[in-house]
C-alpha cells in the first residue's frame, strides 16, 4: 500500500517543492512505495525558477508540479495521507500552516529549512542556496526511505520522523 506523505509551505512555491521532487525521485530510485505531494497554505500560484532548477540539475523530473492548496488533500477523493511535514522556517518568525486534514490522522513533523528565496548575493547566492536547501532535504527524504514504514506504528514513526528532525 502506497504511503502517502504531504509537505506543506506557505506558499508551496520552494522548500515543499524542493521535497516534494526529492522524495518522489529517491522514492523511484529505491524502488519504495512512497508518493511525495505538496501544497501551501496561501500558494503563490507559481514555483520558484530556482527550485525547479534545482531539481532539474540533479536529474528530477518537474513535469506537472505546480503551486497548489493543501485544500486539495482535505477534499473527497484526496489520497490517504499517512505523513504530514511542515518544511517553514519556524526560526524565523515565519508562520507555517497547520494541517488539520479530513482524511485519517497522519502522523505530523516539522522539518524547518530557510527560504533559500530570501539569500544574499543575487542569482547565485539564490541558486547556491537552492543547491544547499535541496542537498538539506534529500538527505532527510533518503532517512525517511530507510524507515520501515509498512510496520511501524504511528507512535513509532512519529519518534523516528522527529529523530530525522534533529539530525
Known amino acids: 500500500m502506497t504511503t502517502h506523505?504531504?509537505?506543506?509551505?506557505?506558499?508551496?512555491?520552494?522548500?515543499?517543492?524542493?521535497?516534494?521532487g526529492m522524495l518522489n525521485h529517491w522514492?523511484?530510485?529505491?524502488?519504495?512505495?512512497?508518493?511525495?505531494?505538496?501544497?501551501?497554505?496561501?500558494?503563490?500560484?507559481?514555483?520558484n525558477p530556482f527550485a525547479v532548477e534545482a531539481l532539474q540539475n540533479a536529474g528530477v523530473d518537474t513535469s506537472g508540479y505546480y503551486s497548489k492548496s493543501w485544500d486539495q488533500f482535505s477534499q473527497d477523493g484526496a489520497p490517504p495521507l499517512s505523513i504530514v511535514i511542515t518544511v517553514c522556517d519556524s526560526a524565523a518568525?515565519?508562520?507555517c500552516p497547520v494541517f488539520f486534514g479530513g482524511n485519517g490522522q497522519p502522523v505530523k513533523v516539522h522539518w524547518g529549512y530557510?527560504?533559500?528565496?530570501?539569500?544574499?548575493g543575487g542569482d547565485e547566492g539564490k541558486r547556491r542556496a537552492f543547491e544547499l536547501t535541496r542537498q538539506a532535504i534529500g538527505y532527510?527524504?533518503?532517512?525517511?526511505?530507510?524507515?520501515p514504514l509498512d510496520t511501524m506504528g504511528?507512535?513509532?514513526?512519529?519518534?523516528?520522523l522527529a529523530d530525522i528532525a534533529k539530525s
Open 114 to 120: 530557510p527560504d533559500p528565496s530570501n539569500a544574499e
Open 154 to 160: 504511528k507512535a513509532e514513526l512519529q519518534q523516528a
Open 140 to 147: 532527510r527524504m533518503l532517512q525517511l526511505l530507510a524507515l
Open 93 to 95: 518568525a515565519e508562520q
Open 5 to 20: 506523505v504531504l509537505i506543506l509551505c506557505t506558499h508551496n512555491s520552494a522548500r515543499s517543492v524542493l521535497s516534494e
Open 27 to 47: 522514492a523511484k530510485k529505491l524502488g519504495k512505495d512512497v508518493q511525495a505531494h505538496s501544497a501551501g497554505s496561501a500558494p503563490s500560484g507559481r514555483i
